[in-house]
């Protein structure tokens, strides 16, 4: 019966072309929106790699291209806010936290290896700030002043890239042209930047300070994106934050400063993260209620065109739960011959990697829960029908017919 309703459903190819290709495109449309929300669920339940409750952050922005001034202004801001006992740290960030369309890259080396990184810059301070972990190795300090290579401190995902199982601490890797080198200094495990809804990132961190020389030189030039975070006592309100912003802007009077806290950039970074999700969803929701409308009318349409050859099987003794089953397997292999279609184009996500930070797994789990929803669809659209054409009386469909 199965070969018989294939054969059936093939013969009819011509005429159920469109219906086939709606099918198609649902399928692939739907593969891709569950692939995008199995990877943002699977990222939602991954550890941040850093804490955000009672941090708040100063942005400013200089106008003055006088280093020894910016330098000197710096130091007195950072004077200033040692003296409040409501901080309980601070420290330099570049501006990338919670801010899920940013990006800094750049490339690493290691002998004939290179890959693309997250590039991130911050101060001696930021493992008290964010209560990062150090899984091995140290962050930056005063011995960082006289290092000859860059040091850095990297993610786990990065240091799997390079050294596997071995202990990344000394190691070094280089720029693309081999002249310059960075020394690893520190190991921390996750640090998703972006958020809770983005993924695992092979990242480094590069040193923020005034007292050396490379380090001053990218404060200088990362004026756009320069932040101090700080970390708040429990209970610190709104009247802190303005006494700490009208207090660093008299004394950087020339400055533009802003404060915000990392909870509110948070939200705001969630929002962002599911703008995408949301519009291919949505189109998404679109394609599969025309595609039911669509089905449900095919079925609807050979249900009907099919009385008499349907009253004739119940005159010849063919029990209604046969003629249920014929309607909606003729239904549901109709879907599987759009399923097979745009199942080939969307297995080659995973075979080619076309986006390389969605695991396998993903892709996998979001194929099988594709084929689920489009034959429910499907099982959904031919109910109606199918229950029809169990209750075709054999005579007056024959007398019709006649």
């Not at 106008?63 to 910016?70: G, H, M, P, Y």
């Not at 703008?275 to 249900?303: D, M, S």
């Amino acid at each position: 019966m199965i070969r018989q309703m294939f054969k059936l459903i093939w013969n009819r190819k011509k005429r159920n072309l469109l219906m086939i290709l709606g099918i198609s495109i649902s399928f692939f449309v739907l593969f891709i929106v569950s692939s995008i929300i199995n990877y943002n669920i699977t990222n939602y339940f991954k550890p941040l790699g850093y804490e955000y409750e009672d941090v708040w952050y100063l942005t400013l922005d200089w106008k003055s291209s006088d280093s020894l001034q910016i330098e000197s202004t710096l130091a007195q801001i950072e004077n200033a806010l040692k003296t409040y006992p409501e901080i309980e740290e601070f420290s330099y960030c570049r501006s990338l936290l919670f801010t899920p369309m940013a990006s800094n890259n750049t490339f690493y080396h290691l002998g004939d290896h290179n890959s693309r990184i997250e590039r991130m810059y911050a101060g001696d301070q930021l493992p008290d700030v964010l209560g990062i972990d150090i899984l091995q190795g140290r962050w930056f300090d005063e011995r960082d002043n006289v290092e000859h290579d860059t040091p850095i401190v990297i993610t786990q995902l990065l240091a799997d890239e390079f050294f596997l199982n071995e202990n990344p601490i000394g190691k070094k890797l280089t720029d693309g042209q081999g002249e310059k080198f960075y020394k690893v200094i520190g190991l921390i495990g996750e640090f998703r930047n972006g958020g809770e809804l983005t993924g695992s990132k092979r990242a480094s961190f590069e040193r923020f300070s005034l007292n050396s020389e490379p380090g001053l030189k990218r404060i200088l030039s990362d004026k756009m994106l320069f932040r101090i975070l700080m970390k708040m006592r429990s209970g610190s309100d709104s009247g802190v934050e303005e006494k700490i912003l009208m207090h660093t802007s008299a004394i950087a009077k020339e400055w533009t400063i802003k404060s915000n806290r990392l909870e509110d950039a948070r939200s705001s970074a969630r929002k962002q993260s599911l703008i995408i999700p949301v519009i291919i969803g949505v189109i998404c929701a679109f394609l599969l209620i025309n595609v039911a409308l669509g089905l449900f009318g095919v079925i609807w349409y050979n249900t009907h065109r099919r009385k008499a050859e349907i009253g004739l099987r119940r005159a010849m003794g063919a029990h209604r739960s046969l003629i249920y089953i014929q309607i909606m397997g003729e239904a549901l292999v109709l879907s599987l011959f759009g399923i097979f279609i745009g199942g080939f184009f969307a297995i080659q996500f995973p075979v080619l990697k076309v986006i390389p930070f969605i695991s396998d797994m993903v892709y996998y789990m979001s194929f099988i829960l594709s084929v689920a929803v489009i034959l429910l669809l499907t099982v959904v659209c031919a109910l109606y029908p199918s229950r029809l054409a169990t209750h075709i009386q054999p005579a007056l469909a024959l007398h019709e017919e006649g």
